[in-house]
């Protein structure tokens, strides 16, 4: 799969059936003009809120793509350099959203949610009611969550990991604390937790990705018990300063580089974590996270952002089943409104055959068609 020329590419150029000169899909600007078909009488292809429903229990939850947000709290602020996202956690479920990016601290006794050194106005215990319940109506889906701690304690007699822990222990029924990877079935209904805070207990819970490089330039993997391993893109800013074309097209490459060792790997022991967020701030430059994802302007030319070259770098392959890992987004609602949906229906094969669900579409269809039969015999 070609995914670096795709997510690589500058700025937008001129464009011949949504296909620019260079190859480059533009998924916006690219909108086939439908014609009327019987199209409408099957069910949409799996995506939203219950997606992994159609998927097998024995399926390692490792070799899924698997929709996620990074900082996922951020949509509480409007500050540029805050906010990652807009939608609220449930919106975020009901999208198909499965992994979740929480930073924490400590304050006061009370676990809050933030990003950097900015209070959120969430705590941990109001997002975590917000995805039992979602849960509960929810019972055939998975989740995974990724805890940081992201400053120091303040003014409190509890250290952060013992108050997640206290959390996490009310309510055993919701999470999955093991090392393991596990199949889809085990994980229905509960989350599964990554540990990206150091607790003074060697048999604490989760999976230990302590070991996190910050912003390295290359992928690197965190061994953890049982031989599993989780390989990581996490480059979020460059040293020297880039204009914006060259900025999309560098972090292009990271993601696109991260997607083929997925793509490549067939081992349930081995998690991929793409993060497709960055941003840049110096004396030269200024570009928060959404222009980054979303895309902006560069001396008169618009340049498409990560989410939609993302999305066209998909196109290729769209229908097959492949394998590309946790994509962790900022605004992954934005620049290509159907991302989300299309990374979903990577798990799924679409090239053409009939499925399962497609079946009661056909069955309307059948009785749309004897109705008229019916009514033409019988003179109606």
């Not at 930073?103 to 969430?122: A, D, K, Q, S």
């Not at 560069?298 to 392959?317: E, K, M, P, Y």
Request: negative net charge; aromatic residues 12%; proline residues 6%.
């Amino acid at each position: 799969m070609e995914t670096d020329a795709l997510l690589g590419n500058v700025g937008t150029s001129r464009q011949c059936n949504g296909i620019d000169e260079k190859g480059y899909i533009d998924v916006v600007k690219a909108t086939p003009q439908s014609k009327w078909s019987w199209a409408w009488l099957r069910p949409q292809k799996p995506t939203g809120p219950r997606w992994m429903s159609l998927l097998d229990d024995d399926t390692p939850v490792s070799l899924l793509t698997i929709p996620g947000t990074h900082d996922s709290s951020a949509f509480t602020s409007s500050w540029p350099f805050i906010s990652t996202q807009t939608l609220s956690y449930h919106a975020q479920l009901d999208a198909g959203i499965r992994y979740f990016d929480f930073r924490c601290t400590i304050r006061n006794n009370v676990v809050e949610m933030v990003h950097g050194p900015t209070f959120l106005g969430l705590t941990f215990e109001s997002v975590l009611e917000t995805l039992y319940a979602w849960l509960e109506k929810h019972p055939t889906e998975a989740l995974i969550v990724q805890i940081k701690k992201e400053s120091e304690d303040q003014r409190s007699t509890i250290r952060l990991e013992d108050a997640i822990s206290s959390h996490l222990a009310a309510r055993p029924d919701r999470w999955r604390t093991a090392n393991t990877v596990p199949k889809l079935g085990e994980l229905r209904g509960r989350i599964q937790l990554f540990r990206r805070y150091v607790d003074a207990n060697l048999h604490a819970f989760g999976l230990d990705v302590t070991r996190w490089m910050d912003n390295p330039r290359k992928p690197f993997t965190i061994y953890t018990h049982h031989d599993v391993k989780v390989t990581i893109q996490d480059h979020y800013t460059f040293v020297t300063p880039q204009s914006l074309p060259d900025f999309i097209a560098m972090k292009g490459g990271n993601v696109s580089e991260l997607m083929r060792l997925a793509a490549a790997s067939a081992d349930p022991d081995h998690w991929f974590i793409n993060f497709t967020s960055a941003f840049q701030l110096n004396l030269y430059y200024q570009f928060p996270p959404r222009k980054i994802a979303v895309g902006g302007w560069h001396l008169f030319r618009w340049q498409d952002g990560i989410n939609v070259r993302l999305r066209g770098s998909l196109a290729d392959t769209e229908g097959e089943k492949r394998h590309f890992g946790i994509f962790a987004m900022d605004f992954p609602e934005q620049g290509a409104p159907d991302l989300i949906a299309t990374l979903i229906n990577t798990n799924f094969d679409l090239s053409g055959e009939t499925r399962w669900w497609d079946v009661p579409g056909y069955c309307i269809l059948l009785l749309v068609l004897a109705m008229l039969l019916y009514g033409v015999y019988a003179g109606i």
